[in-house]
């Protein structure tokens, strides 16, 4: 599939990397298929870019790699999941850098997605005290395993 974009020009991906959104994001219930791009597999930060439309994509962050206490989201009823085993699910929040602000991400509203379906949805929490403008912070993430040690210069 060869998706066209404003920010990340023309690139194909495989026609199994799309997430269906069927309910569409919120604000944009047109919007029913993203794909997640990340520079690197193992970035915690990615963009959900809209496979329709170029100049639609979200910023998102992984709910893992924050540095905050967040309740565990039910991929029941917001990724479509129906019976007894629960696949496994991804939840993201939208993350707002503006120039010159300090970057927040919006913990009211989680994305998530089913893993094996690839189907996602953007849910509301109810009863929560977090709102859409909670403090971007990266937990502390363990070092990456030691490389080979690195040549000293001679003096």
């Not at 269906?20 to 993203?34: D, N, R, V």
């Not at 910023?59 to 479509?80: M, Q």
């Amino acid at each position: 599939m060869r998706i066209q974009t404003e920010r990340f020009g023309t690139f194909e991906v495989d026609d199994k990397d799309p997430i269906h959104f069927p309910q569409g994001m919120i604000g944009f219930p047109s919007e029913k298929q993203f794909v997640l791009l990340r520079h690197r597999d193992d970035s915690a930060i990615g963009w959900l870019q809209s496979t329709t439309n170029p100049a639609l994509a979200f910023p998102v962050v992984s709910i893992d790699a924050l540095a905050v206490a967040y309740p565990t989201i039910a991929a029941t009823p917001a990724a479509g999941q129906k019976g007894e085993e629960v696949d496994p699910h991804a939840v993201m929040a939208v993350l707002c850098a503006s120039a010159g602000q300090p970057a927040t991400v919006n913990l009211l509203a989680p994305i998530v997605v089913n893993v094996r379906s690839r189907k996602g949805a953007q849910i509301l929490l109810e009863g929560t005290t977090f709102s859409t403008n909670e403090p971007f912070v990266l937990r502390n993430l363990p070092p990456v395993a030691a490389s080979a040690p690195q040549a000293q210069p001679n003096p």
